[in-house]
């Protein structure tokens, strides 16, 4: 049984920091992509950043580029995302997802396993 497991959400204050992590089991992490997405209340479920199998691709959309990173240790099978400069706008629930390693990694629907969310809240 896939469980992702994501911790590491709150509350604070616009220009600081979080970082969310993603736990996984019940398959071999190592051969996962894994992304982090994002849904704010009345807005669809979007890609934030994405990393391959391996650690050697990754992707971000680019309202984060700069400001989010992506990382993950495969000996922990951990996928993180460290969040700086936040902002009001980053406010929504963060989700992990994994995926059999592939070329593309930031399309929604190749993503099959989903964790519960952590709620991500920047207060201006």
């Known amino acids: 049984q896939v469980q992702l497991v994501e911790s590491g959400g709150g509350l604070v204050q616009a220009g600081e920091s979080l970082r969310l992590s993603c736990a996984a089991s019940?398959?071999?992490?190592?051969?996962?992509?894994m992304g982090w997405f994002r849904q704010a209340p009345g807005k669809e479920r979007d890609i934030v950043a994405a990393?391959?199998?391996?650690?050697?691709?990754?992707y971000y959309i680019g309202s984060v580029k700069g400001r989010f990173t992506i990382s993950r240790d495969n000996a922990k099978n951990t996928v993180y995302l460290q969040m700086i400069g936040l902002k009001p706008e980053d406010t929504a629930v963060y989700y992990c997802?994994?995926?059999?390693?592939?070329?593309?990694?930031?399309?929604?629907?190749?993503?099959?396993?989903w964790g519960q969310g952590t709620q991500v809240t920047v207060s201006s």
């Open positions: 997802a994994a995926k059999s390693a592939g070329r593309v990694l930031s399309r929604r629907s190749d993503y099959p396993y």
């Open positions: 019940g398959r071999t992490f190592s051969r996962d992509d």
């Open positions: 990393i391959s199998w391996n650690g050697g691709s990754t």
